[in-house]
């Protein structure tokens, strides 16, 4: 493995979500014109019920909550 003393960007892909695009240049566009620190690429829930993980704040910091972590009355 090559080390590399500069890393400008890093992309994080779940295997499991439809809307990541692989080196996504709108994404990464939008993220360095912005000077963001990370984006994400989410959509509104169809169903509160529906099986899906979803982001939310968790003590204070975003995060990605799995449906299986989220109670009836959240």
Known sequence: MKI???????????????????LDPVLIGYATHNKLEAAMKVVIKTDPKE?????????????????????SED
Do not use: M
């Open 51 to 71: 099986s899906v993980g979803v982001v939310a704040k968790k003590n204070g910091h975003y995060d990605i909550v799995e449906y299986s972590e989220i109670s």
């Open 4 to 22: 590399v003393k500069e890393v400008d960007y890093i992309q994080v892909i779940g295997v499991d979500n439809i809307l990541n695009k692989l």
